[in-house]
């Protein structure tokens, strides 16, 4: 591309790492400076542009003084590989062996994991350094790679149907015979599990929900209703009891279900139930996150170890994170007023 | 036998003699260094960011008449020790460099 100094100098300023408006004002009003002293000294206009070289190999420059992403570039490997480190660590720790995911016995959970630490960064590096492309590429890419990885790993919690009676195992067991496997599921919770995924109705699942709820109550399980009638059973596993399915440790799992007789007076029934249940689990397990979506008007319950709490946690702030980052990075606005303090 | 040159070195040396900006910086480093250091423009600028984030430099803006401001740099007390220490270790590099290629009979 032919630049010309006003474009070359806003094309420069595009590509300027991570500097404050004023700072991005001043380095380019120096180069504004510089280029018009050697023009006026009879050097062609082109001629000067050619010897500064391309607006982003001069940014580029600038990097080493000022970008965040300089740190990165300079330990890209060892970043990487840090991230990697951590990714395979939480979730091994969490979900189990990665072997687990090939062969089909556990949701991917790992992957979408792995999109947040490792994908997302460097989708970013790869666009930004290898393309040299304007920063908005970048940017939309690594915010649906973040979102991607986001919705995946929260939505599928929120797939029941308000038809017939829907066991949703979505987040660890497939199916519900793997959900039926987990070693500290006992009897109680066995027969729930299958009348849920079986159930006709609610009356037979409430009926059945009456003859366990001891059990349950017992066992720390745990029943939530929302306002549409559906509801989610989540089964909260401690620590010193971690649930295994096909021999790889889970450290939580979630049974989403909806009712196709919305009986008010079993409903009212089952949430009495529920609160007696909520305020007795509430005072033995507090660690209870709700999370709405907002596209969907599902409450959607996880009831997690620490382990997975600590994934949670981590996905979260690297959304979050990710999205501020990449807010930063947005290109400076056009014809705004320039800052002229002295920056001693 | 090449030498690398350290640009923020160079830079603090010119500005010893007085205050530059960026333009007059580069040519200063080119025409007293008789052509032997010809740094591209786009190193010079972040130098002397670098140099003025570290506190060896401090600018201010000057206006001019019916042209584009110019910052113009100067050397800061930290900076002049700065230039001191890279004096002191290239006084004894050189003399230790002097010394392997001088003549024989001079050691």
């Given at each position: 591309m032919k630049h010309t100094l006003s474009s070359y100098l806003e094309d420069l300023e595009a590509r300027l790492p991570l500097l404050t408006e004023p700072q991005r004002v001043e380095i380019i009003a120096e180069y504004r400076a510089h280029i018009t002293a050697e023009i006026t000294a009879g050097t062609p206009e082109h001629e000067v542009l050619r010897k500064f070289g391309k607006p982003a190999k001069v940014a580029h420059q600038f990097y080493t003084t000022y970008g965040v992403y300089e740190w990165f570039r300079k330990w890209q490997f060892a970043t990487l590989a840090f991230m990697a480190i951590l990714a395979v660590g939480m979730n091994w720790y969490a979900f189990g062996n990665p072997a687990k995911v090939l062969n089909g016995s556990i949701p991917p959970v790992w992957l979408w994991n792995l999109s947040y630490f490792v994908?997302?960064?460097?989708?970013?590096?790869?666009?930004?350094?290898?393309?040299?492309?304007?920063?908005?590429?970048?940017?939309?890419?690594?915010?649906?790679?973040?979102?991607?990885?986001?919705?995946?790993?929260?939505?599928?919690?929120?797939?029941?149907?308000?038809?017939?009676?829907?066991?949703?195992?979505?987040?660890?067991?497939?199916?519900?015979?793997?959900?039926?496997?987990?070693?500290?599921?006992?009897?109680?919770?066995?027969?729930?599990?299958?009348?849920?995924?079986?159930?006709?109705?609610?009356?037979?699942?409430?009926?059945?929900?009456?003859?366990?709820?001891?059990?349950?109550?017992?066992?720390?399980?745990?029943?939530?209703?929302?306002?549409?009638?559906?509801?989610?059973?989540?089964?909260?596993?401690?620590?010193?009891?971690?649930?295994?399915?096909?021999?790889?440790?889970?450290?939580?799992?979630?049974?989403?279900?909806?009712?196709?007789?919305?009986?008010?007076?079993?409903?009212?029934?089952?949430?009495?139930?529920?609160?007696?249940?909520?305020?007795?689990?509430?005072?033995?397990r507090p660690s209870v996150i709700e999370f709405t979506t907002g596209l969907r008007s599902y409450t959607i319950w996880y009831l997690l170890s620490r382990s997975a709490s600590w994934v949670l946690a981590g996905q979260y702030f690297g959304f979050v994170a990710g999205v501020g980052l990449l807010a930063s990075q947005l290109p400076p606005r056009r014809n705004r007023r320039r800052s002229r303090t002295s920056s001693a | 036998m090449t030498f690398k040159g350290d640009l923020k070195a160079l830079i603090l040396a010119v500005l010893a003699d007085g205050d530059l900006h960026g333009y007059e910086i580069l040519k200063q480093i080119r025409q007293r260094s008789g052509q032997v250091f010809k740094f591209g423009e786009s190193k010079l600028y972040p130098a002397l960011h670098g140099l003025e984030l570290d506190g060896f430099i401090a600018a201010e803006w000057i206006e001019q008449e019916g042209k584009p401001d110019r910052k113009v740099y100067h050397l800061t007390p930290t900076g002049q020790g700065k230039l001191e220490e890279h004096r002191a270790t290239w006084a004894e590099f050189s003399a230790g460099v002097a010394r392997l290629f001088g003549p024989t009979e001079a050691r």
């Open positions: 994908i997302g960064p460097m989708g970013y590096w790869w666009f930004t350094y290898r393309c040299r492309s304007q920063r908005v590429i970048p940017m939309l890419i690594t915010f649906f790679v973040l979102l991607l990885g986001f919705a995946m790993t929260n939505l599928p919690m929120a797939n029941a149907s308000n038809g017939a009676a829907n066991v949703n195992f979505a987040l660890l067991p497939k199916t519900t015979e793997e959900a039926m496997s987990l070693s500290a599921v006992s009897t109680p919770l066995e027969q729930l599990a299958k009348a849920a995924a079986n159930a006709a109705d609610s009356t037979q699942f409430a009926k059945l929900l009456s003859s366990t709820q001891q059990a349950v109550v017992d066992q720390q399980r745990y029943l939530r209703f929302d306002r549409t009638g559906s509801g989610t059973f989540l089964i909260p596993m401690t620590e010193s009891v971690p649930a295994k399915i096909n021999g790889a440790t889970v450290n939580f799992m979630a049974v989403r279900f909806a009712f196709t007789d919305n009986s008010k007076t079993a409903l009212a029934a089952w949430k009495r139930r529920a609160r007696d249940i909520d305020s007795l689990v509430s005072q033995t | -």
